[in-house]
């Protein structure tokens, strides 16, 4: 796989190809970020990014895990004492997980957010930028309480983060979109070059695959399910054995096959007793999505697998948790 489909692949934006294109072709030094809320557990929607930050330290970037104590004070989240916190638990989930302790920086938004330099570039931003545009790039991200002040200064300051974490790209998921964009149009306006952004998609609920998988609703995958929890919640699935032809019709558990199975598994094998016809084994995504669509690989065999290749990516996490937990 050359540079650009491993920057590239699985995402569901790239702005601009051109200038990832760029990325790609000198990767050397290159610096990458995500920010993430502190929360206490990560989920799976969580590390559909942290996949993609390990796609792009195999590109040979830097990668700056942003974790948003500030943010997730000004979107309502806890006491900042709380927050802080559980900071120090999400990095090591990440850790766990898989991202590489000498190719990742972890940053508290506290660190710089608070200083003098900062706070007065905010201001600009905050001259420069009407409130209606603030909101819109916010709608998403904070789920429809009724909006505060802080919701808009929000947005200003993580567009600003991209510029003070000195990054060359922004990564996220798709409901940061907006903030990305508000970013590559009012950074110029401070004197600050505008960056690249790649946007991973939003995994739907396990349970009808509507929406997205959430900490707060639905079924959720999370760090701290027990292989058996886990078991039963990928049995419970909603696993459609065809695609909609319209392409609305979100299969959970091939996005799950899709967005964590193959990024980190180079053959995925789904075991099956002879008299069903053994086991089946794939190279890639597309081979397996078309065997169950084709009626050759059942559903409940799929997610028999799907939960034990999940199981192994989670388990290391899961052991941290239980760790620092007795701490
Ligand atoms: N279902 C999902 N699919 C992909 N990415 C997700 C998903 N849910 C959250 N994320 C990503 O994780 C980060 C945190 O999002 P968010 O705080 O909304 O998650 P959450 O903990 O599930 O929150 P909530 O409980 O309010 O829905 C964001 O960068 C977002 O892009
Ligand atoms: N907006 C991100 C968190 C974040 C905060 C600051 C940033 O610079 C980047 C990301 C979220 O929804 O979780």
């Given at each position: 796989m050359d540079t650009y489909e491993l920057l590239t692949r699985n995402a569901a934006e790239v702005v601009t190809e051109e200038e990832v294109e760029a990325l790609a072709d000198d990767p050397d030094g290159k610096r990458a970020y995500v920010g993430y809320e502190p929360s206490g557990v990560l989920h799976l929607g969580h590390l559909l990014t942290a996949n993609k930050l390990?796609?792009?330290?195999?590109?040979?970037?830097?990668?700056?895990?942003?974790?948003?104590?500030?943010?997730?004070?000004l979107n309502g989240k806890g006491s900042f004492e709380e927050i802080r916190d559980t900071a120090e638990q999400m990095k090591e989930q990440f850790l766990a997980y898989g991202l590489d302790d000498d190719q990742?920086?972890?940053?508290?938004?506290?660190?710089?957010?608070?200083?003098?330099?900062?706070?007065?570039?905010?201001?600009?931003?905050?001259?420069?930028?009407s409130l209606n545009?603030?909101?819109?790039?916010?709608?998403?991200?904070?789920?429809?309480?009724?909006?505060?002040?802080?919701?808009?200064?929000?947005?200003?300051?993580?567009?600003?983060?991209?510029?003070?974490?000195?990054v060359d790209v922004a990564v996220g998921g798709m409901d940061q979109r907006k903030v990305h964009m508000l970013a590559r149009e009012e950074l110029p306006s401070l004197g600050y070059e505008k960056r690249p952004a790649i946007h991973t998609p939003i995994v739907g609920d396990l349970g009808t695959g509507e929406g997205k998988m959430s900490s707060s609703e639905g079924i959720t995958i999370s760090m701290e399910d027990s292989t058996e929890d886990l078991e039963e919640k990928v049995n419970s699935a909603f696993?459609?054995?065809?695609?909609?032809?319209?392409?609305?019709?979100?299969?959970?558990?091939?996005?799950?096959?899709?967005?964590?199975?193959?990024?980190?598994?180079?053959e995925v094998?789904?075991?099956?007793?002879?008299?069903?016809?053994?086991?089946?084994?794939?190279?890639?995504?597309?081979?397996?999505?078309?065997?169950?669509?084709?009626?050759?690989?059942?559903?409940?065999?799929?997610?028999?697998?799907?939960?034990?290749?999940?199981?192994?990516?989670?388990?290391?996490?899961?052991?941290?948790?239980?760790?620092?937990?007795?701490?």
């Open positions: 390990i796609d792009l330290q195999d590109a040979g970037l830097e990668v700056v895990v942003l974790l948003a104590d500030v943010h997730a004070y990742t920086e972890f940053v508290l938004g506290s660190d710089y957010q608070l200083d003098d330099d900062y706070e007065l570039d905010l201001h600009e931003l905050e001259l420069a930028t545009r603030a909101q819109r790039a916010m709608a998403e991200i904070q789920g429809g309480e009724t909006a505060k002040v802080s919701h808009v200064v929000y947005p200003l300051m993580q567009a600003l983060d991209i510029e003070y974490l000195d696993c459609p054995p065809t695609r909609d032809p319209e392409g609305d019709l979100v299969n959970p558990v091939l996005e799950l096959f899709q967005y964590h199975v193959f990024p980190r598994f180079e094998v789904v075991e099956r007793p002879d008299e069903y016809g053994g086991n089946l084994e794939y190279d890639d995504y597309e081979a397996l999505a078309a065997d169950l669509e084709a009626g050759e690989l059942h559903p409940a065999d799929a997610k028999g697998a799907l939960a034990d290749y999940l199981d192994e990516l989670i388990a290391p996490g899961r052991q941290r948790l239980r760790e620092l937990r007795s701490e």
